[in-house]
């Protein structure tokens, strides 16, 4: 059983920046893929990025393109999501999520492992 807890949500100026975390509490970290979703009031949860385990290989969601880098550290079991040129939109509670041995896909059902959430709040 793989338990996550994220960090680093919080209130931030349209175009600042945060650095989401997800640290999980299982040993063999290195060998699940993870994803970054979101969920804003009202809408459905949404892929944002993922990382690949073993080629570490990242794939991110259009809209996030070039403003957001996922990111993992296998000696800490930690994974991140550093955010940069937030725009209000960007306003959501984003999860951490994972999955053992597959490959990075958009579909929230393919990931057997979910935190808690942080909320994210741009004003714009």
């Known amino acids: 059983q793989v338990q996550l807890v994220e960090s680093g949500g919080g209130l931030v100026q349209a175009g600042g920046s945060l650095r989401l975390s997800c640290a999980a509490s299982e040993r063999t970290f290195s060998s699940y893929t993870m994803g970054w979703f979101r969920q804003a009031p009202g809408k459905e949860r949404e892929f944002v990025a993922g990382?690949?385990?073993?080629?570490?290989?990242?794939y991110y969601t259009d809209s996030v393109k070039g403003r957001f880098t996922i990111s993992r550290d296998n000696a800490k079991n930690t994974l991140y999501l550093q955010m940069n040129s937030l725009k209000s939109e960007d306003t959501a509670v984003y999860y951490c999520?994972?999955?053992?041995?597959?490959?990075?896909?958009?579909?929230?059902?393919?990931?057997?492992?979910w935190g808690q959430g942080t909320q994210v709040t741009v004003s714009s």
């Open positions: 999520a994972a999955r053992q041995f597959g490959a990075v896909t958009t579909r929230k059902n393919d990931y057997n492992y």
């Open positions: 990382i690949r385990w073993g080629s570490s290989s990242t």
